[in-house]
């Protein structure tokens, strides 16, 4: 490493921020709580890359936490954006682009018979949920310890280690009574499930699962744990939401549902579906669906939702992605990426998950399949790790807890150069 880089304007605009915003920042993670040291302030991204305030500049593997699956600031998007935008920004009625989003979204997600559009994925499991309750006619809410479902109060129920039967809260401001229809189980741990089933089966709306986690870092399914949870959902006539927010549109197009062949009756998008505008999605079978105002009784509404822009850097964002091979280059990245690291980190044993382009490098010879085993991470390695990268120009999400995602913008280059950072990022701590 040469030159260390300055980031005294960063520096100077996180005192400021401080003065102003809570924590100088508008989400907690973007504090750098978990690495130490200052936040970047970022001035703008071009393809695979961004540029902090400071002029600095590094391969995104952030996307803005997943939405920028194009990389930043795609001619198209921008370009169908901006003469959307000329047309007026909202109108709290309806328009013509909320048919073809949600056309492209249903060609994705068969299992989609109709779609709410909302502004961010926080609301999207809201709706889902209350969907999921108002169709059974139950309360219960069965998740999985380290899933993360945005911060809607009867989602904020953290697992210590083993099962927790029953929630308890993980915030400050979440009364006990929000939570106790939240039931916790461990992540592919099909015996808890069950249990908690033969407890309380014909209490339980819905088990809402990231079907391959992205929110402790990237863990995947084992032992055919997804169609347990078909199975057990079916036996007890308790609903399947597959928070498919983060894992949509990342490894093809359409979701973990078309991956694994396994049909949740409920699904709740983001991110990608908005390609940078703050868009969220639920939806599921016609049965379900029609219990949602105005067709039924269970309400939900949004001033903004469904409004032009953000529809349309939607559409433009998965008519890219529909075009011939975007995910053969993508996925052919990532398997670079992933094959590269797993070289360089061979010696010292570490873990690396992947699923499509989400991939996440834990500091652990610990196999990790759950919440449990994702914590045996050495995060002090890690913060050391992801300065090391910062200084020589890749950025990583702030927290060795959370999923890297490549966008189809990076070249073969770029992964040879992150390849090249890794090794010395690593043997430098
Ligand atoms: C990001 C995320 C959410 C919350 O989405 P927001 O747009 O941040 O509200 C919900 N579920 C999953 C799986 C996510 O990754």
């Known amino acids: 490493m040469s030159n260390k880089k300055s980031f005294a304007k960063s520096q100077a605009l996180f005192l400021k921020a401080q003065e102003h915003l809570v924590g100088g920042v508008n989400s907690p993670v973007r504090a750098f709580k978990s690495v130490g040291g200052t936040p970047l302030f970022f001035d703008r991204g071009q393809g695979a890359y961004v540029f902090d305030a400071d002029d600095n500049r590094y391969i995104d593997y952030v996307g803005s936490w997943g939405p920028l699956i194009l990389g930043h600031a795609h001619p198209k998007v921008i370009g169908d954006v901006t003469k959307t935008l ?17 056309e492209m979204v249903k060609q994705a997600f068969p299992s989609m018979d109709l779609v709410r559009f909302v502004s961010s994925g926080t609301e999207a499991v ?13 309360n219960k809410i069965l998740k999985f310890t380290g899933c993360y479902h945005g911060h809607t109060d009867s989602m904020l129920v953290q697992g210590g280690s083993g099962i927790m039967t029953l929630g308890i809260p993980g915030s400050k401001g979440v009364p006990d009574s929000f939570v106790k229809d939240t039931l916790v189980a461990p992540y592919n741990d099909v015996e808890a499930v069950r249990s908690i089933f033969n ?33 057990i959902t079916t036996q007890y006539n ?6 498919e927010v983060m894992t949509g549109f990342r490894s093809c197009f359409g979701g973990v549902q078309k991956d694994f062949g396994i049909t949740p009756d409920i699904t709740t998008l983001g991110k990608v579906i908005g390609g940078g505008m703050p868009v969220g999605a639920y939806g599921g ?7 949602v105002a105005p ?19 939607g559409i433009s964002t998965l008519t890219e992605l529909m075009k011939p091979d975007f995910y053969t280059n993508l996925l052919d990245n990532a398997t670079q990426l ?15 998950n992947r699923y499509g382009s989400m991939i996440t490098l834990f500091f652990t010879k610990t196999h990790v399949k759950d919440y449990d085993t994702a914590i045996t991470s050495d995060t002090e390695a890690f913060a050391k790790f992801f300065w090391n990268m910062i200084e020589n120009g890749i ?7 959370e999923s890297w995602f490549l966008s189809g913008a990076l070249t073969k280059e770029d992964i040879k150069t992150t390849l090249a950072a890794i090794n010395e990022s690593i043997n430098n701590n």
């Open 285 to 291: 079978r016609k049965d379900i669906m029609s219990m």
């Open 295 to 313: 067709l039924g009784p269970v309400y939900q509404a949004g001033t903004l939702s469904g409004n032009p822009v953000a529809m349309q850097a």
């Open 238 to 243: 308790s609903l399947l939401i597959f928070d």
């Open 86 to 102: 000329n047309k007026g920004a909202s109108f709290g009625a309806p328009c013509h682009l909320e048919i073809e989003l949600a």
């Open 199 to 231: 407890e309380f089966g014909n209490e339980i709306a819905a088990i809402i699962v990231e079907p391959i986690v992205g929110n402790m870092g990237c863990v995947l399914p084992e032992n055919n744990f997804l169609q347990e949870l078909r199975n």
């Open 338 to 352: 992933e094959d590269g690291i797993k070289a360089i980190v061979a010696d010292k044993g570490f873990t690396v």
């Open 126 to 138: 809201m709706g889902a949920i209350r969907v999921a309750r108002g169709y059974t006619q139950r």
């Open 395 to 401: 950025y990583i999400p702030p927290s060795q807890y």
